[in-house]
């Protein structure tokens, strides 16, 4: 993925000024940051949200995010190729992790984690960069769509395009970076989608029911 610098200035200013000027109900299928209504059941809440064509990156929120991402994180099909689960986790480390990561202020956090959701409002997973490094401006990725019968839509590559986008046009970020296991075809599939190449393997990285996984590691640069 290779975006020019001078443009990275253009859209970003962009992405500001319809934020503030454009109505709840404005649709476009440019990149933009949006104020958008999104009906959920307890009445209608008006967020805020980087879109993509099929997906909204959206700030975490405990009481809409939470018992979702407890659930996908405890499901075994879920976590069958992720580098992290088949731990139990526990509401109280669920509620810790959210108390800390939605009260982050810092202007260089290390975390930005995003819930993602269809354009209707629907919670269907997350988009993470972590490990941000600002001297070096590189981030590690992690994306999870967490509904079984949400999968294979298209939001995972939806919300890792927007996730790439967000990182190079408005954080300034030049270099992502994801290891994924070799088995993992529909996270290889999705990242190669959105720009990122294959650097390396590492073979019996990780041990994973009953068996020792190769690693793959790939990288996304933005042309500086
Ligand atoms: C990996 C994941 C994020 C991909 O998101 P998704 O919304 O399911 O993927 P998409 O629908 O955008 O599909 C991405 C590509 O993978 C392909 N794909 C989807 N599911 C697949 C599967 N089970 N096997 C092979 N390819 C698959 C799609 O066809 C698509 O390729 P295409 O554009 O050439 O058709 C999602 O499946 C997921 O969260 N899985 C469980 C958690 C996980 O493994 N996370 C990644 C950890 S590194």
Known sequence: MRIRRGRVRRLASAFTLRAVLRPPAFSSSAFVCKLAGARLGRGIFVGYGWEGERVRLVPLDKARHMENALAWFNDPDVTELTLTGDFPLARLAEEAWFDRT??????????????????????????????????????????????????????????????????????????????????????????????????GRIPRRYWRRGAYREAVLLAAERES
């Open 102 to 199: 939605c009260a982050e202020m810092s202007p260089t956090p290390t975390d930005i984690v995003f819930a993602v959701e269809t354009l209707a409002g629907e919670h269907v997973g997350s988009a993470g960069l972590h490990r941000i490094d600002w001297r070096h401006g590189s981030a590690l990725t992690g994306t999870l769509i967490g509904p079984r019968e949400a999968r294979g839509q298209g939001y995972g590559t939806d919300a890792a395009r927007v996730r790439t986008r967000y990182a190079f046009e408005v954080l300034g970020l030049r270099l992502l970076l994801s290891e994924v296991m070799a088995e993992n075809a529909a996270s290889l599939r999705m990242l190669e989608r959105v720009g990122y190449r294959e650097v």
